[in-house]
Nanobody, 126 residues
Framework: QVQLVESGGASVQAGGSLTLSCAAS??????????MGWFRKAPGKEREGVAA????????YYADSVKGRFTISQNIAETTVYLHMNSLKPEDTAMYYC?????????????????WGQGTQVTVSS
């Protein structure tokens, strides 16, 4: 089993920046993974993929709505994934979740991710 814990959520003004962290623990030494992703869910909206990083090659992928503003990264040990968010907009307000997938699938297919954190709230005011 793998546990994921997000942190870093806060209330900020539009134009501000935040960095979210997702720490993985548990049986991570023997647990392979394909994707580490960030998703978000705003009230009244469906959960959507924000960004993901691939195990193989370390390539990163982003939703069109955050390209150029958000960056996903991980530490060398691959135990923590970060989401650096710049130029935040009120529409970025949501609960942000990190997730870990052990299967091959499109990065933003949330129902294919096996492990999920509890989420961290990001609120952007205008």
């Amino acid at each position: 089993q793998v546990q994921l814990v997000e942190s870093g959520g806060a209330s900020v003004q539009a134009g501000g920046s935040l960095t979210l962290s997702c720490a993985a623990s548990g049986d991570i030494s023997s647990s392979h993974w394909i994707w580490m992703g960030w998703f978000r869910k705003a009230p009244g909206k469906e959960r959507e993929g924000v960004a993901a990083i691939a195990k193989v090659g370390g390539n990163s992928y982003y939703a069109d709505s955050v390209k150029g503003r958000f960056t996903i990264s991980q530490n060398i040990a691959e135990t923590t994934v970060y989401l650096h968010m710049n130029s935040l907009k009120p529409e970025d307000t949501a609960m942000y979740y990190c997730a870990r997938s052990v299967e091959r699938h499109p990065w933003n297919k949330d129902d294919q991710y096996k492990y999920w954190g509890q989420g961290t709230q990001v609120t952007v005011s205008s």
